[in-house]
Protein backbone atom coordinates (compact mmCIF):
# COMPACT_ATOMS: atom_id res chain seq x y z
CA UNK A 1 0.00 0.00 0.00
CA UNK A 2 0.93 3.61 -0.10
CA UNK A 3 -0.26 6.30 2.05
CA UNK A 4 -0.79 9.66 0.08
CA UNK A 5 -0.73 13.38 1.84
CA UNK A 6 -1.71 16.55 -0.16
CA UNK A 7 -0.20 19.95 0.67
CA UNK A 8 -0.20 23.41 -0.42
CA UNK A 9 -3.94 24.40 -0.39
CA UNK A 10 -5.22 27.32 0.76
CA UNK A 11 -6.45 30.82 -0.24
CA UNK A 12 -5.58 32.92 -3.60
CA UNK A 13 -6.64 35.91 -5.54
CA UNK A 14 -7.80 35.11 -9.45
CA UNK A 15 -4.98 35.30 -11.46
CA UNK A 16 -2.40 33.88 -8.40
CA UNK A 17 -0.81 30.85 -8.42
CA UNK A 18 -0.33 28.02 -5.22
CA UNK A 19 1.82 24.78 -5.49
CA UNK A 20 0.29 21.71 -4.39
CA UNK A 21 2.32 18.77 -2.78
CA UNK A 22 1.84 15.47 -2.60
CA UNK A 23 4.19 13.12 -0.25
CA UNK A 24 3.96 9.16 -0.60
CA UNK A 25 4.67 6.84 1.87
CA UNK A 26 4.78 3.31 1.88
CA UNK A 27 5.75 1.50 -0.89
CA UNK A 28 8.05 2.50 -3.79
CA UNK A 29 6.95 5.83 -4.84
CA UNK A 30 8.06 5.37 -8.77
CA UNK A 31 6.16 2.10 -9.01
CA UNK A 32 3.12 4.23 -9.55
CA UNK A 33 1.62 7.06 -11.92
CA UNK A 34 0.41 9.68 -9.96
CA UNK A 35 -2.15 11.86 -10.57
CA UNK A 36 -4.18 15.00 -9.81
CA UNK A 37 -7.94 15.04 -9.56
CA UNK A 38 -10.46 17.74 -7.86
CA UNK A 39 -13.84 17.85 -6.55
CA UNK A 40 -15.93 20.94 -6.22
CA UNK A 41 -19.03 21.44 -4.29
CA UNK A 42 -22.15 20.06 -6.27
CA UNK A 43 -20.12 18.43 -8.68
CA UNK A 44 -18.16 14.93 -9.70
CA UNK A 45 -14.38 14.64 -8.92
CA UNK A 46 -13.06 15.07 -12.06
CA UNK A 47 -9.56 14.86 -13.51
CA UNK A 48 -6.79 17.85 -13.39
CA UNK A 49 -3.41 16.09 -14.58
CA UNK A 50 -1.40 12.36 -14.93
CA UNK A 51 1.98 11.85 -14.81
CA UNK A 52 3.97 8.53 -15.72
CA UNK A 53 5.83 6.75 -12.79
CA UNK A 54 8.86 7.89 -14.65
CA UNK A 55 8.02 11.80 -15.31
CA UNK A 56 8.67 11.43 -18.97
CA UNK A 57 5.44 11.39 -20.33
CA UNK A 58 2.18 14.09 -18.54
CA UNK A 59 -1.33 14.36 -19.50
CA UNK A 60 -3.97 17.37 -18.62
CA UNK A 61 -7.23 18.41 -18.70
CA UNK A 62 -7.92 20.84 -21.49
CA UNK A 63 -9.57 23.31 -18.92
CA UNK A 64 -6.22 23.13 -17.06
CA UNK A 65 -3.95 23.41 -19.90
CA UNK A 66 -1.17 26.07 -20.41
CA UNK A 67 -1.91 26.89 -16.87
CA UNK A 68 -1.09 23.50 -14.58
CA UNK A 69 1.44 21.30 -14.69
CA UNK A 70 2.12 18.48 -12.87
CA UNK A 71 5.86 17.21 -12.11
CA UNK A 72 7.50 14.31 -9.14
CA UNK A 73 10.48 13.82 -7.70
CA UNK A 74 10.77 10.38 -6.78
CA UNK A 75 14.07 11.24 -4.99
CA UNK A 76 11.92 13.31 -2.32
CA UNK A 77 8.33 10.55 -3.00
CA UNK A 78 6.14 13.95 -3.81
CA UNK A 79 4.41 14.35 -7.04
CA UNK A 80 3.35 18.51 -7.37
CA UNK A 81 1.06 20.46 -9.13
CA UNK A 82 2.10 24.16 -9.90
CA UNK A 83 -1.07 26.11 -10.64
CA UNK A 84 -0.73 29.33 -12.28
CA UNK A 85 -3.40 32.13 -13.47
CA UNK A 86 -5.90 30.39 -10.89
CA UNK A 87 -9.70 31.37 -11.73
CA UNK A 88 -12.74 30.98 -8.92
CA UNK A 89 -13.87 27.77 -11.44
CA UNK A 90 -10.24 26.29 -10.19
CA UNK A 91 -11.90 26.15 -6.77
CA UNK A 92 -12.08 22.96 -5.57
CA UNK A 93 -10.77 19.94 -3.17
CA UNK A 94 -7.34 18.77 -4.92
CA UNK A 95 -6.63 14.87 -4.44
CA UNK A 96 -3.64 13.14 -5.54
CA UNK A 97 -3.87 9.77 -6.37
CA UNK A 98 -1.75 6.22 -7.04
CA UNK A 99 -2.38 4.27 -9.94
CA UNK A 100 0.11 0.98 -10.95
CA UNK A 101 3.15 1.90 -12.50
CA UNK A 102 1.84 1.37 -16.63
CA UNK A 103 -1.07 3.37 -16.30
CA UNK A 104 0.01 6.31 -18.67
CA UNK A 105 1.73 3.60 -21.17
CA UNK A 106 -1.53 2.47 -21.76
CA UNK A 107 -2.78 5.29 -22.15
CA UNK A 108 -5.27 5.16 -19.30
CA UNK A 109 -5.06 7.34 -15.70
CA UNK A 110 -7.85 10.21 -16.23
CA UNK A 111 -10.24 8.14 -14.98
CA UNK A 112 -10.81 7.84 -10.90
CA UNK A 113 -11.05 3.95 -11.17
CA UNK A 114 -7.92 3.45 -12.98
CA UNK A 115 -6.51 4.58 -9.44
CA UNK A 116 -5.70 2.30 -6.89
CA UNK A 117 -5.07 5.00 -3.68
CA UNK A 118 -6.16 8.50 -2.69
CA UNK A 119 -4.94 11.12 -0.06
CA UNK A 120 -7.46 13.06 2.14
CA UNK A 121 -7.31 16.24 -0.46
CA UNK A 122 -6.72 19.92 -0.13
CA UNK A 123 -8.66 22.52 -0.56
CA UNK A 124 -8.07 25.56 -2.89
CA UNK A 125 -10.12 28.98 -2.49
CA UNK A 126 -10.23 31.48 -5.39
CA UNK A 127 -11.45 34.66 -4.59
CA UNK A 128 -12.16 37.15 -7.13
Known amino acids: QVQLVESGGGLVQAGGSLRLSCAASGRTFDSYAMGWFRQAPGKEREFVAVISWVGSTTRSADSVKGRFAISRDNAKNTVYLQMNRLNPEDAAVYYC?????????????????????WGQGTQVTVSS
Open 97 to 117: AAAPRGTVRRGRGLRSDDYDY
